[in-house]
């Protein structure tokens, strides 16, 4: 990444001040990113193929108005954090969101800084953490409203919890283990292809507010606000542009037919 797209990008994201490799820059590049830069599935959603050249991945998530998910959000804060000298390496994870355990198929990075490793995850949809976690196992980790955990599992080596309503919910796992750019393109074509990933038979959009998350599943609307969260269902194409651009600054026409697969009815 040259000076020209390093601003780019700071511009892109809102970012004012010091890129030297600190704690700071670092808080402060995943929390400017995320907030930015929305999680969107929808290239999948039209049918086209999700592309990991980086200069493409480059144009898409800062030259318009559009976001991605782990592989593209992610491969982007990469880019970045060898541009401003982090020690930082790809690692792929295992997600345990649903009683079976997926392959190897979410993309993260990990920083390690005067000793300490640390997730950076800007692509994992509502529960991305709002800022770098310390790898440090059995703490309690804070970050807003949202409460994580690492654990040592047997099985899968570094596990992410989440406390939801008191009990801690598995997130997704690390082995830890050397990735190379064939692992990343083999999970990648699964995520965007198999007709059993979510990502093929769930239309995504997650973007990061002041007060939690503004998430469009399908056709449910759900949008945050200071005290309360409200929710709604869209069901013709024209609303669906209009809440893409007003609520997730996103510019990506989807075709009736395709919107039309992920109609659910109001309950």
Not at 49 to 68: P, Q
Request: aromatic share 12%.
């Amino acid at each position: 990444m040259n000076r020209e797209m390093l601003s780019a990008y700071l511009e892109k994201i809102g970012f004012q001040g010091n890129t030297s490799p600190d704690l700071t820059t670092l808080f402060a590049l995943h929390q400017h990113q995320h907030s930015s830069i929305p999680f969107e599935n929808l290239d999948i959603v039209n049918g086209y193929t999700v592309e990991l050249d980086e200069d493409k991945i480059f144009n898409k998530l800062v030259y318009s108005n559009r976001g991605g998910y782990c592989f593209e959000l992610n491969s982007l804060m990469n880019r970045v954090l060898k541009a401003v000298q982090f020690n930082v390496e790809k690692k792929l994870g295992r997600v345990h969101l649903s009683e079976n355990q997926s392959g190897r198929g979410h993309l993260v990075n990990i920083v390690t800084f005067n000793g300490q490793q640390w997730l950076i995850d800007t692509g994992f949809g509502s529960n991305t953490p709002r800022a770098p976690l310390p790898i440090k196992f059995n703490q309690t980790l804070k970050v807003e409203k949202q409460t994580f955990r690492f654990i040592e599992d047997a099985f899968f080596g570094v596990m992410l919890q989440c406390k939801v309503q008191d009990q801690w919910i598995n997130q997704y796992s690390l082995d830890m283990s050397y990735v190379c750019d064939g692992d990343i393109e083999y999970a990648n074509h699964y995520a965007s292809t198999h007709s059993n990933s979510r990502f093929t038979t769930q239309l995504v959009v997650v973007a990061r507010t002041n007060y939690g998350n503004n998430i469009l599943l399908n056709n449910r609307l759900k949008l945050a606000h200071a005290d309360t969260v409200t929710e709604t269902f869209i069901n013709d194409v024209s609303s669906f542009h209009q809440i893409l651009k007003q609520h997730f600054g996103i510019d990506n026409p989807v075709q009736l037919e395709k919107f039309e697969r992920y109609l659910i009815n109001e309950e």
